[in-house]
T-cell receptor, first 114, second 111 residues
Framework: KAGVTQTPRYLIKTRGQQVTLSCSPISGHRSVSWYQQTPGQGLQFLFEYFSETQRNKGNFPGRFSGRQFSNSRSEMNVSTLELGDSALYLC?????????????FGPGTRLTVL | QKEVEQDPGPLSVPEGAIVSLNCTYS??????FMWYRQYSRKGPELLMYTYSSGNKEDGRFTAQVDKSSKYISLFIRDSQPSDSATYLCAMFQTGANNLFFGTGTRLTVIP
């Protein structure tokens, strides 16, 4: 079974631009969660989508948004990029919603904001 | 204060050594505890999953939870160069929607 895939793997943007990241979950998984990983803060939860609905959102500004499609694929959008948005963005998929089901992570998208 | 604290290391040990990795946490409601391993340029992968207090062993890996001290540990016996990675602790409480992670400890096992 194919794992979680994320595209693109690397991205370089400049301040003020916007970016869209994509995540394809493991087949059959309906939940997708997004995390931001930085050396100082570690993994921080952004949001979770289940059956096309956002179930939970972390403590990030409204510039960070996402959506999920009927095939469970998810996209994350960051508008008006800031230097501090440079990070590894990870998505994780699981069968069910919430934290109880094991989350399987993708390789991440490395975003650099110049 | 962060919910989960983890020493970032780095930690370097010789091959065959016993490695001890630790996390402390502040939320006494946390009941599920996990250890993830993350290789360079890869996403985290689940290594161990324990519920409440006690020990759990899986091959060379032992996870320990001490809820009274709000302290969890991962022990790696007979460490191998292939164990070189960043180890992240994660935890959540019953009914939670998301995991809380430590910042990760980078481990290098020297042949």
């Amino acid at each position: 079974k194919a794992g979680v895939t994320q595209t693109p793997r690397y991205l370089i943007k400049t301040r003020g631009q916007q970016v869209t990241l994509s995540c394809s979950p493991i087949s059959g998984h309906r939940s997708v969660s997004w995390y931001q990983q930085t050396p100082g803060q570690g993994l921080q939860f952004l949001f979770e989508y289940f059956s096309e609905t956002q179930r939970n959102k972390g403590n990030f500004p409204g510039r960070f948004s996402g959506r999920q499609f009927s095939n469970s694929r998810s996209e994350m959008n960051v508008s008006t990029l800031e230097l501090g948005d440079s990070a590894l963005y990870l998505c994780a998929s699981s069968l069910g919603a919430g934290a109880t089901d094991t989350q399987y992570f993708g390789p991440g998208t490395r975003l650099t904001v110049l | 204060q962060k919910e989960v604290e983890q020493d970032p290391g780095p930690l370097s040990v010789p091959e065959g050594a016993i490695v001890s990795l630790n996390c402390t946490y502040s939320n006494s409601a946390f009941q599920y505890f996990m250890w993830y391993r993350q290789y360079s340029r890869k996403g985290p992968e689940l290594l161990m999953y324990t519920y409440s207090s006690g020990n759990k062993e899986d091959g060379r890996f032992t996870a320990q939870v001490d809820k009274s001290s709000k302290y969890i540990s991962l022990f790696i016996r007979d460490s191998q160069p292939s164990d070189s990675a960043t180890y992240l602790c994660a935890m959540f409480q019953t009914g939670a929607n998301n995991l809380f992670f430590g910042t990760g400890t980078r481990l290098t096992v020297i042949p």
